[in-house]
């Protein structure tokens, strides 16, 4: 084994070095557009690119490096650095580098999505205006700067004295929703049309432009403010445009409002992308490094938005209650949404969901949105979410078991038509559509999975043909077609036999694990414990007790059918028995074929790479995929097809 590390170690070297070398260039030319004003992909887009050569090579010098202007403009000197900041995607992440920064308060400031610029100031007096360059020379913009709304050519207090401050003022260069609107509307968004605007050589547009500031530094005699509060203070007091600061007692908080500013956002008059989080504490040596460690951008995602909680249904299946939430239409990832599931009474209490409250949704990702977290105000307009007490079909009181809200009344006719669903749908009766399940059901011939197999071709007659053709006694093939399509699904294989009985959380693959650790027969599984499926892998102790319930409550049928309608297909030695396989990739044949080989020669067949598998089958063993890697990583074999076409002759 220790031969076949070496070789993936070094594979997986060489992969990375080629990444990284396809990652250099593109870094480079995405910077350059960036910072010369047309940006040709979005920051999560930039920042996903960053972020995998960060992790594939750490001390790759470009990732000291910010970016670099045109040549059209003089080239100077910044008095203050001007580097990338660490940054935050999610409130995990956040909470990350909270761990390593606990600060007795956060000051957290609004991160502007625009071009950011330097004013440097002599004895009080603008001198020039530099771009943010390579993070220590950039463009001297003066002329253009000082067409902008925001940017001093003199400092003065309140009282109309000069104040005499030698040193730097750092903001960033904005377009106003409304000015985009009105007169840029041509450009893809605010940031790439300001960015456009203030290196024009000829100055035009820059009047359209407002800087607002959020840094300084003097570099003779002493700071004029003692902390980083004070610091928007005095940049307020001199007549600047300010940053939003807002000051949070611990890390909690400061995920609380960035959810608040997310809800608001597109209310402002100008775009932001993000929070910057601080401490109080003015850090001249960090500030000083190309990445700032004692500060973080702690950036929103288009995966998540806040919204305004207004009801929850319960979606009923079968006989489970699940709670969806309906909230006010948000955008995420370009779709818009207003309802998410909150899983079960459990989640939703934990989540501390109240109707009219601020709910933050996310994707991440998925298909599927659900609520991350609730937001109160305390306001009197919110109220408690009403659980349903009773069955809506049997009036029998649900049982709430915290991971889920059920009729426990297996006679209870939503539950039994779900049931009999499940069925048709697990063993794949395809002539048995659900249209007819229900009328079979309402007609009372079929109240039971039992009842199936005892229909008859006269049973089935009269939901086919009126009444005039069953007097004329005419034949009807789709009662024919359905009756034999029940009666070729009498043989089944154990696992598609249980899973058919629709007890929750219970399908073919999990079946399989139970299958796997020697619960191999009707009798067995029907005799399993709690104590037992909870040591079987991918069981819970949950999980494990709502299988022991779930087969108790159906052992008289499962039983009944295994005996006398059913022959249940178990394993008995097969040459792969005992032996599990995961197929990815490419194969000469399809990969529902090779899984219906491992089950047919009784192996079992899983769908991803864990530590119980016993072989992942693909025929290109030596790529990089996920699932190779975690397969080396956890000593699992890597055969491609004719190794495993070898196994079924062995």
Known sequence: MADLFDVDEAADESRRALRVKELVPLIKKYQESYYNGEGEISDAEFDALWDELKTLDPENEILKKVGADSGNFKKTPHIMPMGSQEKAADPEQFLVWAERHVYPEYLVEYKLDGASLELQYEDGRLVRAVTRGDGS???????????????????????????????????????????????????????????????????????FLTLITYDALSVSGEQPFADEEEKIKWLSACGFKTVVLKICASPDEVIAYRASVMEKRKALDFDIDGLVVKERTINFSDASRARPDRQIAFKFSLEEAVSTLRKVEWSINGGTYTPVAVFDEVELNGT???????????????????????????????????????????????????????????????????????????????????????????????????????????????????????????????????????????????????????????????????????????????????????????????????????????????????????????????????????????????????????????????????????????????????????????????????????????????????????????
């Not at 309608?565 to 194969?587: A, N, P, Q, R, Y």
């Not at 397969?631 to 004719?642: F, R, S």
């Open 137 to 207: 020379i950039g463009d001297d913009i003066t002329e253009n700067a000082r067409k902008m709304s925001g940017v001093l050519p003199f400092l003065y207090d309140t009282n109309g004295n000069l104040i005499h401050f030698t040193g730097g003022v750092r903001g960033e260069v904005i377009m106003t929703h409304e000015v985009h609107r009105t007169k840029f509307s041509d450009k893809a968004n605010c940031r790439n049309a300001a960015n456009g605007l203030m290196k024009r050589k000829d100055g035009e547009g820059s009047e």
């Open 336 to 650: 818009v949404v207003q309802r998410a599931s909150l899983a079960n009474p459990d989640t939703m209490r934990a989540l501390g969901v109240r109707l009219g409250c601020k709910v933050v949704v996310v994707k991440r990702g998925e298909i599927i949105p659900k609520i991350e977290r609730a937001m109160h105000d305390n306001s009197s307009m919110e109220t408690d979410v009403s659980v349903p007490e009773r069955c809506e079909t049997c009036g029998t009181p649900l049982k709430d078991e915290g991971s889920r809200l059920f009729c426990p009344n297996k006679k209870c006719g939503k539950r039994v038509l779900h049931q009999l669903m499940k069925w048709v749908q697990t063993l794949d009766i395809r002539d048995l559509g659900e249209t007819l399940v229900q009328a079979l059901f309402a007609s009372g011939k079929v109240r039971s999975i039992s009842d199936l197999y005892t229909l008859t071709e006269e049973d089935l007659t009269p939901f086919f043909l009126n009444e005039q053709s069953i007097a004329a006694e005419k034949k009807s093939l789709g009662a024919q077609k359905v009756l034999l399509s029940i009666q070729n699904r009498r043989r089944i294989p154990l696992p598609v036999y249980i899973a058919g009985f629709d007890i929750e959380g219970i399908g073919e693959t999990t079946v399989e694990k139970l299958v796997s650790a020697g619960f191999n027969t009707v009798e067995k599984l029907l005799a399993m414990t709690t104590e037992q499926a909870a040591q079987v892998y991918g069981f819970a102790e949950t999980m494990a007790a709502i299988a022991v319930e779930g087969l108790s409550e159906n052992a008289e049928e499962i039983r009944r059918l295994s005996q006398s309608v059913i022959t249940v297909e178990t394993s008995s030695g097969g040459k792969l028995e005992g032996k599990s396989f995961c197929f990815t990739g490419e194969l000469s044949i399809k990969r529902s074929e090779a899984e219906k080989l491992v089950k047919e020669n009784g192996g079992t067949c899983k769908s991803s790479v864990t530590k119980d598998l016993s072989y992942l089958v693909t025929n290109d063993t030596s790529s990089g995929s996920s699932k190779n890697q975690k397969a080396a990583k956890l000593g699992i074999p890597v055969i491609d097809e004719a190794a495993f076409i070898a196994l079924l002759k062995e």
